[in-house]
């Protein structure tokens, strides 16, 4: 019957202990130097160390404490100064210390290094015997892992701080308002708290999103409104009765303004193709549709016309599509719904001051 352990490989009948020792000393993943006290400087490193710090050139020269600081973190090196100095004072046999040292792509590693006496004559300590693991995976997975708490912490108490506490008192709002003991100057007070609820609430809602998306980037969408005088505003959405309401809103502020609306994307496009020049013409665009969207409008529109003169108007707070928008010439603001009247006043209120400044 063959032998099974045959396939594997076996040491030499007679192998010396100190070739062993040797070989598994040149082979170890882990960094072993021995470290002299007194003139601060490594007698002794195997490959690994000189492999991670980029010392192979080096391997028959002798590395000093100077050098080895160069690489160390500067918050770290007084951690590593103490722990010697126990050991050198007998407080310990032994310690462990977590450091921070560059590589050799000037990237900073992170490794748990465990020094004990090696040699000592009388009271004093001569040699270190060293051997320091590179512990950079676990490091990152542990940061990654306190991120995600601190998050879950910080979405915590929005949703159940800031947003649950605006959300009370709108609900108290509403169970008021059909009370007949509240006088028609109390109801407008009312409303007035019930919409700044709302807006915290909203303003929630972006941090929310900013929190989950991880995106530390959070400057609003970079404004770029041409002074021009629009005479016509076209809304594209898919749902009826919104575009009802951002008509009226619209004609409520600008009741000479003419106001067209498509629930459909290429019926849009269709005829803007067929009314020429569009610097005058204002189009708020909603992103999601059952079918061809608003990206897919932005993508079509561009082989129509060079204006910038589209506000999308969605729903989506989402990091990625503001991005997305900031790509498309045409686009000159991104704005979350609903649409509201203090927009639409500040937005043409900004355009009357610009074109203003430009005659000047």
Known sequence: MEDKVSSFAVLPTVVSQTALLEAIYNKLPDMVFLFDVKERRFVLRNPALDSIFGFDHLKDQEINCISLRSLIHSED???????????????KETVEIECRCLDKF????????????????????????????NISGRKKMEQQSQLFKNRLQELSFITSHEMRHEYAKIQSIVNLMDNKFISDSERVELIDEAKKSIQLINSSIFKLNHKLSFNQHDDFFTINKESEKFNKIIMIDDDVLTNVLNRKIVQALLPEMAVEVYINIDDALSDIRNMGKMQQTLI?????????????????????????????????????????????????????????????????????????????
């Open 284 to 360: 708020f665009l909603d992103i999601n549709f059952p079918g061809r969207g608003g990206w897919d409008f932005l993508d079509d529109y561009a082989t129509i016309s060079d204006a910038a003169n589209v506000i999308v108007l969605s729903s989506s707070i989402d990091n990625r599509d503001r991005e997305k928008a900031r790509s498309y010439a045409s686009v000159i603001d991104y704005i979350t719904k609903p649409l509201s009247f203090d927009f639409i006043k500040t937005f043409f209120e900004d355009l009357k001051m610009a074109k203003l400044d430009n005659q000047l």
């Open 106 to 133: 000037q990237q900073y590693q992170y490794f748990n290094t465990r020094l004990s006496i090696f040699e000592k004559l009388g009271d004093k300590l001569v040699y270190l015997i060293g051997i320091a693991q």
């Open 77 to 91: 090196w007084k951690p590593i100064q103490n722990a010697i100095q126990q050991l050198e004072n007998n407080e």
